[in-house]
């Protein structure tokens, strides 16, 4: 079992920028696709970015958010920009063997870290 530990949430206002980080336990850490997911309330889960066999995705060349990773500490981050107040949710973590933009692949999954965005 995979643990994933996120980290960097909090309250900021619209326009500012935020990084998440994502530390799993995993022993092949490269071998996981790992995926950022954002849930705010009432909403699904949606997918936000990830970080796969060919390196970063996201489904938005001019998206304000990108996703790396540091293999050696076994970390990914997600880099936000230009917050803006539809982007209050919670954001989870996630690992699975393959990308997907849907959460059903993934089978491990952090405790989510809540990010509220001000106007």
């Known amino acids: 079992q995979v643990s994933l530990v996120e980290s960097g949430g909090g309250l900021v206002r619209a326009g500012d920028s935020l990084r998440l980080t994502c530390t799993s336990s995993?022993?092949?850490?490269?071998?996981?696709?790992m995926a950022w997911f954002r849930q705010a309330p009432g909403k699904e889960r949606e997918f936000v970015a990830a970080?796969?066999?060919?390196?970063a995705y996201t489904p938005d060349a001019d998206s304000r958010f990108s996703i790396s990773r540091d293999t050696a500490k076994k970390t990914v981050y997600l880099q936000m920009n230009n917050l803006k107040p539809e982007d209050t949710a919670v954001y989870y973590c996630?690992?699975?063997?393959?990308?997907?933009?849907?959460?059903?692949?993934?089978?491990?999954w952090g405790q989510g870290t809540q990010v509220t965005v001000s106007s």
């Open positions: 996630a690992a699975g063997p393959s990308l997907s933009r849907t959460p059903e692949p993934y089978y491990n």
């Open positions: 995993a022993r092949a850490f490269t071998s996981y696709v």
């Open positions: 970080f796969g066999p060919t390196g």
